[in-house]
């Protein structure tokens, strides 16, 4: 059971839009830590994907965004493409234990 | 660019030891907080540990502390993972990343570590 609450898992055709939440608590992103997204490639090491909470790295297409609200966080992917099929989780730190948190992690398939 | 490159890891017994490197380079290694995750077979990932950029700080998950220790050498841009009492669920492969500081922005290809009998 991770500390932070992501879907298995989400869907959609090539150019639709989904989103990702993650849920967190008190101790975490309700506390005001930031919120980091990372893809992970099928057999490949996670990239980051989003930073403090809607920031992307360079390099990253603007399809992707973040953000954060109360004890909870949403990646959206816009224009949903074939090669954004991976898997994406989110991370925290969490003060009640003093360390960093990830989510379950959520698997997309594009159709 | 940046590069990191774990080694170290392989096939231990349950209650065995191993040492897990992390080879840096591209950046100066001396200046960043650098992290363990690792990621069970078929699993998310899980933060095990993470070292300050002079060594004084080390803080663990709850699942490996008092078994795993962590460790630096700034004169040869490395960072260890030394893990004891090894058992079958620290079955995983095992990353160092890069603390930018906040998110994990670098990330090295990881090292397989297998606990059987």
């Known amino acids: 059971q991770s500390v932070l609450t992501q879907p298995p898992s989400v869907s959609g055709a090539p150019g639709q839009r989904v989103t990702i939440s993650c849920t967190g608590s008190?101790?975490?992103?309700?506390?005001?830590?930031?919120v980091h997204w990372y893809q992970q490639l099928p057999g490949t090491a996670p990239k980051l994907l989003i930073y403090v909470n809607n920031n992307r790295p360079s390099g990253v297409p603007d399809r992707f965004s973040g953000s954060k609200s109360g004890t909870s966080a949403s990646l959206a992917i816009t224009g949903l493409q074939a090669e954004d099929e991976a898997d994406y989780y989110c991370?925290?730190?969490?003060?009640?234990?003093?360390?960093?948190?990830f989510g379950g992690g959520t698997k997309l398939t594009v159709l | 660019q940046v590069q990191l490159v774990e080694s170290g890891g392989g096939v231990v017994q349950p209650g065995g030891s191993l040492r897990l490197s992390c080879a840096a380079s591209?950046?100066?290694?001396?200046?960043?907080?650098i992290h363990w995750v690792r990621q069970a077979p078929g699993k998310g990932l899980e933060w095990v540990a993470v070292?300050?950029?002079?060594?004084?700080?080390?803080y663990f998950a709850d699942s490996v502390r008092g078994r795993f220790t962590i460790s630096r050498d700034n004169s040869k841009n490395t960072l260890y993972l030394q893990m004891n009492s090894l058992r079958a669920e620290d079955t995983a492969m095992y990353y160092c990343a890069k603390d930018s500081p906040g998110p994990h922005d670098s990330w090295g290809q990881g090292t397989l570590v297998t606990v059987s009998s």
């Open positions: 591209g950046f100066t290694f001396s200046s960043y907080d």
């Open positions: 008190s101790s975490n992103i309700g506390a005001g830590y930031d």
């Open positions: 070292i300050s950029y002079d060594g004084s700080n080390k």
């Open positions: 991370q925290s730190y969490d003060n009640s234990l003093s360390g960093w948190v």
